[in-house]
């Protein structure tokens, strides 16, 4: 541990580091009384992982040498008041192409210790862990709606790098056929490249070491289809056309359970009547599926969405610090 880690918990005696030996059930309810407003299906299974976790002896001997080498929440910081957990950071490692980056996730403050700093507290020594561990970056994410935490974050030298939109339809074999005047059908394979470059701007590669592009699953050809055969790796693409022009494509991964993923690929300028069938269209086909999920950058395809029966269910900042960008430590 750093001088200035050593410094700043000797100042603070309230915070300390995680010990997942002991603390992850507490951690897990301070999660849970925290977002418990906001908290969807995937946060609410979180939530049960990390309690079956602290339980499970083997997995916490484990856990214990492979803080720093997987992406999993497994080290971070706590703030204690008269022996009660009120605060959490956690830290989540990332390789990607050689470089060390770091995501900031959870920082969570019982509401009746809230406006007291203790989260800047546990964002800045969040910050310090990553720069001495020689991290190229550290990311966070923030819902939209809470305007005081994107202010903290960027007092703290946090930048904006995208908004991302999520959004989620439960699927419906009776729903009507919608606009016919569109072709509907399985993508053909010149059709790719088109989808391809579609995807890259709605998917941008700074994002890429939290959530890489399946591509292999995407490409039409020999190889990818065995990969999917032996893989078992069902995918599905459908695209929509007008007079033999391609107006936007959705590819379909299956995910053993869980929400069925989209992938939607259009361009700058959609066609948002065509958008809408082939939507309807893919909740028709995956009917018996249990739910629907995509990410869109914030503000594309809205009307489209709405339409085709999808509900946002959160906006979410995704914001960089780099070492260089000026964040003040506590002194």
Same mark, same amino acid.
């Given at each position: 541990?750093?001088?200035?880690?050593?410094?700043?918990?000797?100042?603070?005696?309230?915070?300390?580091?995680?010990?997942?030996?002991?603390?992850?059930?507490?951690?897990?309810?301070?999660?849970?009384?925290?977002?418990?407003?906001?908290?969807?299906?995937?946060?609410?299974?979180?939530?049960?992982?990390?309690?079956?976790?602290?339980?499970?002896?083997?997995?916490?001997?484990?856990?214990?040498?492979?803080?720093?080498?997987?992406?999993?929440?497994?080290?971070?910081?706590?703030?204690?008041?008269?022996?009660?957990?009120?605060?959490?950071?956690?830290?989540?490692?990332?390789?990607?192409?050689?470089?060390?980056?770091?995501?900031?996730?959870?920082?969570?403050?019982?509401?009746?210790?809230?406006?007291?700093?203790?989260?800047? #507290? !546990?964002?800045?020594?969040?910050? *310090?862990?990553?720069?001495? $561990?020689?991290?190229? /970056?550290?990311?966070? &994410? @923030? %819902?939209?709606?809470?305007?005081?935490?994107?202010?903290?974050?960027?007092?703290?030298?946090?930048?904006?790098?995208?908004?991302?939109?999520?959004?989620?339809?439960?699927?419906?074999?009776?729903?009507?056929?919608?606009?016919?005047?569109?072709?509907?059908?399985?993508?053909?394979?010149?059709?790719?490249?088109?989808?391809?470059?579609?995807?890259?701007?709605?998917?941008?590669?700074?994002?890429?070491?939290?959530?890489?592009?399946?591509?292999?699953?995407?490409?039409?050809?020999?190889?990818?289809?065995?990969?999917?055969?032996?893989?078992?790796?069902?995918?599905?693409?459908?695209?929509?056309?007008?007079?033999?022009?391609?107006?936007?494509?959705?590819?379909?991964?299956?995910?053993?359970?869980?929400?069925? #993923? !989209?992938?939607?690929?259009?361009? *700058?300028?959609?066609?948002? $009547?065509?958008?809408? /069938?082939?939507?309807? &269209? @893919? %909740?028709?086909?995956?009917?018996?599926?249990?739910?629907?999920?995509?990410?869109?950058?914030?503000?594309?395809?809205?009307?489209?969405?709405?339409?085709?029966?999808?509900?946002?269910?959160?906006?979410?900042?995704?914001?960089?610090?780099?070492?260089?960008?000026?964040?003040?430590?506590?002194?």
């Amino acid at each position: 541990m750093s001088a200035i880690t050593q410094s700043f918990l000797s100042e603070t005696p309230q915070l300390r580091p995680l010990n997942i030996m002991r603390d992850l059930p507490r951690v897990a309810d301070l999660v849970e009384t925290c977002f418990s407003d906001t908290m969807d299906a995937e946060g609410q299974r979180f939530v049960q992982q990390m309690r079956r976790a602290g339980q499970d002896n083997r997995f916490l001997h484990w856990a214990t040498n492979a803080v720093e080498s997987t992406s999993m929440p497994l080290s971070g910081y706590v703030w204690e008041e008269s022996g009660s957990l009120v605060g959490n950071v956690s830290l989540i490692p990332f390789r990607y192409q050689g470089r060390k980056i770091y995501l900031i996730a959870n920082v969570a403050v019982h509401p009746d210790q809230r406006r007291r700093g203790i989260a800047r #507290h !546990l964002t800045e020594i969040a910050l *310090e862990h990553t720069w001495k $561990r020689k991290a190229e /970056a550290t990311w966070l &994410h @923030v %819902r939209d709606d809470n305007p005081g935490a994107i202010q903290l974050y960027k007092d703290l030298g946090f930048q904006e790098r995208a908004r991302r939109t999520q959004w989620q339809a439960t699927p419906d074999r009776n729903l009507s056929n919608g606009n016919l005047e569109f072709d509907i059908r399985n993508r053909l394979a010149d059709q790719w490249p088109q989808q391809k470059e579609w995807l890259q701007r709605l998917y941008p590669d700074e994002l890429s070491w939290y959530q890489s592009m399946p591509w292999i699953r995407f490409r039409p050809g020999l190889l990818p289809a065995l990969y999917r055969l032996f893989m078992e790796a069902e995918t599905r693409t459908w695209t929509v056309s007008n007079s033999s022009r391609l107006l936007a494509a959705i590819s379909w991964l299956a995910s053993f359970g869980r929400s069925e #993923h !989209l992938w939607i690929a259009l361009p *700058e300028n959609e066609e948002e $009547r065509a958008l809408t /069938a082939l939507l309807m &269209h @893919v %909740r028709r086909a995956l009917a018996g599926r249990e739910s629907l999920s995509l990410e869109l950058p914030g503000g594309v395809a809205v009307d489209a969405m709405q339409a085709a029966g999808f509900k946002a269910r959160r906006t979410l900042i995704w914001m960089r610090a780099d070492k260089t960008s000026g964040t003040v430590m506590r002194k």
